[in-house]
């Protein structure tokens, strides 16, 4: 076999680890999808709270997610913006929004049973 | 904008939490994988307990990812077959194993700099 299943699961553990936590991913989902202030993030995402996203966001920055772009005005305005490195992750997680959807359906057809 | 971001949210969050802990993913991608037997799903997979992998295998047969497929020879074997449906999130894992593998990359060339 030519593949490396040992280096496999190494990256495959890598990607878990870093998506750790249940909020990472909607986050990026969030972004993605145009949200840009923390508000708007925040009001996006029901059930995070003000300091798990704050956390987030700045793990996200130092692990060159997105980008904290700040426009000197009155009052200041910060805005993430995500990097490729984010949008790169897009597809793996339309693929889990799909996967979600069917998944439910298989249960609830197994419950109805 | 006609995509359902709120449906779209709870079908990603339905994924992350059928998905939640570190182990089911690797676990899908060993049987997958070609793993079949339970020594040998543990063995493909450093610092899986017993316990761990006996309890996460009945979970996922329980959410029809798995057939656990029982021969009455002697002694009795017993093989772990993946479902069509665990089959279905292959995409997304061989995704997540390739963007691990970029992510390792790109912290790394950081963390050298």
């Known amino acids: 076999m030519d593949r490396d299943q040992?280096?496999?699961?190494?990256?495959?553990?890598?990607?878990?680890?870093f998506i750790g936590g249940k909020w990472r991913i909607p986050i990026m989902?969030?972004?993605?999808?145009?949200n840009r202030r923390f508000r708007?993030?925040?009001?996006?995402?029901?059930?995070?709270?003000?300091?798990?996203?704050?956390?987030?966001?700045?793990?996200?920055?130092?692990?060159?997610?997105?980008?904290?772009?700040?426009?000197?005005?009155?009052?200041v305005l910060v805005e993430y913006e995500p990097t490729e490195h984010c949008r790169s992750f897009?597809?793996?997680?339309?693929e889990m929004i799909n996967w979600g959807r069917i998944h439910r359906d298989i249960v609830v057809r197994k419950e109805n049973k």
């Open 6 to 17: 040992v280096e496999e699961l190494r990256s495959l553990q890598d990607t878990l680890y």
């Open 29 to 34: 989902n969030s972004i993605c999808n145009g």
């Open 40 to 75: 708007e993030i925040e009001r996006s995402i029901p059930g995070i709270t003000t300091r798990m996203l704050s956390r987030e966001l700045k793990d996200m920055e130092a692990n060159k997610l997105l980008k904290r772009n700040v426009y000197p005005d009155t009052p």
């Open 90 to 94: 897009g597809g793996i997680i339309s």
